[in-house]
């Protein structure tokens, strides 16, 4: 009568630490976001950052870059994607040093280089803001697939992660977790 | 099954501590370096599956009662069945905050130190194993061993309320996370809360019923109040091995 408790309950909880054992060796990391394969070369941006510079995409080169579309007037989704970022940056620690948050306008005609800037300041002084004439920002807009209407005040929303190589590699929600962006950014750090 | 020596049983009570025990460390393993649910859950409910037959023996529920209304044995199987009617109730409050920590939070958890969770999880199943012992030692008629028993499971229960009370609750609060700071919050202390009132409530039954052992009221014959308080101890341990993982295991931080 024991020992028949005894070997089912053995062979149940073996099969439990068998599969267990077999997870732990096999999973391998993946990515959390909407991933993009094979991976594009993302399209080259020119324009001006907060601090009256010119910026190219490219510049950005060896590091992970995160894009996001919006406008500093925002009241609801730009600043809570802000803030998921700068805690992804958090949560990278060290590492966030080879990533760049960059910010491009989706509304010309209120934002400028300063209001950018002290958006941008209030979640990470990293973060980089792009601003342009309309006309260099509607290239980028189109390129990335960005839907700008109503002033900038409806836009599309993703988050984009582009690779060290310039390679566009995935797009997030907004409310994707900050631990998970961060996870597929160190991923991509370590390809 | 039945099991006809004394030995038996004991032995039985601490076979099925083992697998309990080892799927608690398989089951923070899993959560830790795995993070599969599903794996999880399925440990729960084994873990559970156990629990409710081999040491709330949910089987009796079964027995034939005899047609002597007047016997002891039908008023015992009438208030096992009520019992167990009252667990089923108390099951919905339980469930229905499980499923409200899942509606509210998803798969994220809340910022809970899982070593402790993991150490308040082993007190109390440890205080199963006891409670189980004590109730087999009763049905002997060993009344020396279930003294002893009731009493080490009391410990290991107030041991329980000091873990979650004295610790897990006091840390908590000192990270800002307070019943109405935010969801996370509010739903931890609801979900411990409740369940350690009836950790308490367990206590009280646990002492009364260790007062009245001690006076010889209860022998192998007579005894539903010890069967009684472990049914309602153990329902209580059930309780947490879905509120455990729930709260310490299942879901990523933030």
């Given at each position: ?40 070369p993302a399209a080259e941006i020119n324009l001006t ?143 | ?214 006076r010889g009221l209860y022998s192998a014959e007579k ?26 295991l299942i879901g990523k931080l933030i």
């Amino acid at each position: 009568m024991q020992h028949k408790l005894l070997w089912r309950g053995v062979a149940l909880i073996g099969g439990l630490a068998i599969v267990s054992g077999i997870l732990f060796f096999s999973i391998k990391p993946s990515f959390h976001g909407a991933v993009i394969n094979p991976p594009i070369p993302a399209a080259e941006i020119n324009l001006t950052d907060f601090n009256g510079s010119p910026f190219t995409l490219s510049s950005l080169r060896g590091k992970v870059v995160i894009l996001y579309f919006g406008y500093t007037n925002c009241p609801d989704e730009c600043p809570l994607t802000m803030a998921h970022l700068k805690l992804a940056m958090d949560i990278l620690g060290d590492k966030s040093k080879f990533v760049k948050v960059v910010m491009v306008t989706t509304d010309p005609a209120r934002d400028t280089a300063e209001s950018m800037k002290n958006f941008l300041g209030k979640f990470n002084s990293n973060f980089i803001g792009l601003v342009g004439t309309r006309d260099e920002l509607i290239k980028v807009w189109k390129d990335y697939g960005v839907t700008v209407e109503d002033g900038g005040e409806t836009h599309s929303y993703f988050v984009y992660m582009i690779d060290q190589a310039g390679n566009f590699r995935e797009t997030f929600l907004p409310d994707s977790l900050p631990v998970d962006m961060a996870a597929d950014a160190r991923l991509l750090l370590g390809e | 099954m039945e099991n006809n020596n004394k030995a038996d049983v004991l032995n039985q009570g601490v076979i099925i501590f083992v697998f309990l025990a080892v799927l608690t460390a398989l089951e923070f393993f899993v959560a830790i370096e795995i993070g599969a649910i599903v794996l999880l859950i399925i440990m729960a409910i084994v873990k559970v599956g156990l629990v409710i037959y081999y040491y709330m023996h949910i089987t009796r529920l079964n027995e034939d009662s005899g047609d002597d209304k007047h016997s002891l044995k039908y008023k015992t199987a009438t208030n096992r069945l009520g019992l167990w009617l009252f667990l089923l109730s108390d099951s919905f409050v339980f469930g229905g905050l499980l499923v409200s920590r899942f509606y509210l939070l998803s798969l994220t958890r809340p910022p809970l130190n899982q070593t402790l969770g993991l150490i308040v999880t082993s007190v109390l199943l440890l205080s199963s194993f006891f409670m189980n012992r004590a109730e087999s030692s009763m049905e002997y008629g060993d009344r020396k061993g279930f003294t002893a028993s009731i009493i080490i499971t009391l410990i290991l229960g107030i041991g329980f309320i000091a873990g979650v009370l004295g610790v897990e609750w006091p840390s908590a609060l000192a990270e800002g996370i307070t019943p109405s700071s935010n969801t996370a919050g509010a739903i931890f202390f609801m979900m411990t809360g409740m369940h350690a009132l009836h950790v308490l409530t367990g206590l009280i039954f646990l002492s009364v019923v260790l007062r009245n052992g001690r006076r010889g009221l209860y022998s192998a014959e007579k005894h539903w109040a010890v069967e009684a308080a472990a049914v309602y101890w153990h329902f209580v341990d059930v309780v947490w091995i879905f509120f455990y993982p729930a709260l310490y295991l299942i879901g990523k931080l933030i």
